[in-house]
Nanobody, 126 residues
């Protein structure tokens, strides 16, 4: 069992930055592809960013390209989401998730991931 715990959320002004982290206890993360998803109020959960097990492949949703960066430190069993130039539309609960780490595969599909954290709230004020 992999337990994921997000941290780093909070209240930020539009244009500001936050760095979310996702760490695990127990098993290591270096065999899993990882993803960040978010759920805005009243909306479905949506893909934000994904990274392959090695960190060699990353993918960002169009809505965050150029502003967010996903990275990982497998030695620390931690995945990061650097959020810059934050907008009010980025408000939501951010979840990290772990899925099968096959080659350099990552996925934007919610169903690909089978371990989820509890989420961390990000609120952006205008």
């Amino acid at each position: 069992q992999v337990q994921l715990e997000e941290a780093g959320g909070g209240l930020v002004q539009a244009g500001g930055s936050l760095r979310l982290s996702c760490a695990t206890s127990g098993r290591t993360l270096n065999t899993y592809a990882m993803g960040w998803f978010r759920r805005a109020p009243g909306m479905e959960r949506e893909f934000v960013a994904g990274i392959s097990w090695s960190g060699g492949s990353t993918y960002l949703a169009d809505s965050v390209k150029g502003r967010f960066t996903i990275s990982r430190d497998n030695d620390k069993n931690t995945v990061y989401l650097q959020m810059n130039s934050i907008k009010p539309v980025d408000t939501g609960v951010y979840y990290c998730a772990a899925g099968t780490g096959l080659d350099e595969v990552l996925s934007t599909d919610y169903d690909y991931y089978f371990y989820w954290g509890q989420g961390t709230q990000v609120t952006v004020s205008s």
